[in-house]
């Protein structure tokens, strides 16, 4: 249970820094270059991701050093792409039709894919103990 606790932390530390590249990158993408809310939430949540893939192998699951590289990654981008469909649909649904401005939608949008990420890495990458 310590474990799940240090590492459900670890987890949150760098979601917590992956979430400021995704929010930051999206309100500069949309306000600064003029990009639609959803074009830059998908170029954001993509940036974010491979940075998450990097820090989260690095610092939060064991993933075993025997494992193949190559098919982990595709693992973790199969999952980043259920993530991103999730993200992009909720985004959709609370901007377009619950009329809630697009930074806020993200906040709680990204609560939910943190979630979804915590679990199904931790279940489908993380080696069996």
């Known amino acids: 249970m ?11 530390v760098v979601g917590f820094l992956c979430f400021g590249i995704d929010y930051g990158l999206m309100i500069f993408l949309t306000e600064a270059c003029r990009l639609s809310y ?3 939430s998908g170029i954001s949540f ?4 491979i940075v998450n893939y990097i820090l989260s192998l690095k610092f939060v ?9 190559i098919v982990e990654f595709l693992i973790f ?20 039709k619950l009329h809630v401005h697009y930074m806020i939608s993200k906040i709680g949008v990204t609560g939910v894919v943190m979630v979804y990420n915590f679990v199904t890495r931790k279940l489908i990458l993380e080696k069996g103990e």
């Open 2 to 12: 310590k474990k799940l606790i240090e590492q459900i932390m670890k987890f949150g």
């Open 46 to 49: 993509s940036v974010s991701v």
């Open 38 to 40: 959803l074009v830059s």
């Open 77 to 96: 981008i199969v999952l980043s792409v259920i993530g991103l469909g999730i993200n992009q649909a909720l985004m959709w649904v609370c901007v377009d």
């Open 61 to 69: 699951f064991d993933t075993g050093k025997d494992n193949n590289k």
